[in-house]
């Protein structure tokens, strides 16, 4: 029985990397089509007013969209994903790790995974009671840091 599991599992893992093909951006106007409106809560509306409404056009051209150099190989990262992160989604790859190198372990922009999330996350709800950049390691509970199927919080 151990053995047909593991023999499935490595199945799926193959599967998923066959079937993961190429990634590339696919615009906000493909977003626009199904998340706009007031009876989708106007989704895309909300997202035009925010920083990564333009985050993408400083990037354009330069290789970083959704990396897919990385993404060749962390197939798990790319998604789609019902609830996506949007920093990974539009920004891509580059804007939490370093792609050529960091003395950060996982290539990450920053030593702390708290100053990381607050470098975009202006600042944490009032339910976390005072926590600050420097002692937070919000990965710790939100922790499909890339998307989630699951949760909408990216929790475990």
Not at 76 to 92: L, R, Y
Not at 134 to 140: I, L, P, Q, R, W
Request: net charge positive; hydrophobic share 35%.
């Amino acid at each position: 029985m151990k053995r047909f599991f593991l023999i499935a599992i490595c199945f799926l893992v193959v599967l998923s990397v066959v079937f993961a093909g190429n990634f590339t951006y696919i615009g906000a106007k493909k977003c626009k089509m199904c998340h706009k409106g007031t009876s989708k809560g106007e989704v895309f509306e909300k997202w035009e007013k925010t920083p990564h409404a333009k985050s993408f056009e400083a990037i354009k051209g330069k290789g970083e969209e959704k990396n897919a150099e990385c993404l060749k190989c962390h197939t798990d990262k790319a998604g789609p994903f019902i609830f996506e992160h949007e920093a990974s989604a539009i920004e891509g790859c580059s804007s939490c790790h370093e792609v050529h190198g960091s003395p950060n372990r996982r290539l990450l922009k920053f030593q702390s995974v708290g100053e990381l999330c607050f470098s975009c996350h202006a600042a944490a709800p009032s339910w976390h009671r005072g926590l600050k950049s420097a002692d937070a390691n919000c990965a710790s509970c939100h922790s499909a840091v890339h998307g989630s199927n699951l949760d909408p919080l990216f929790l475990k």
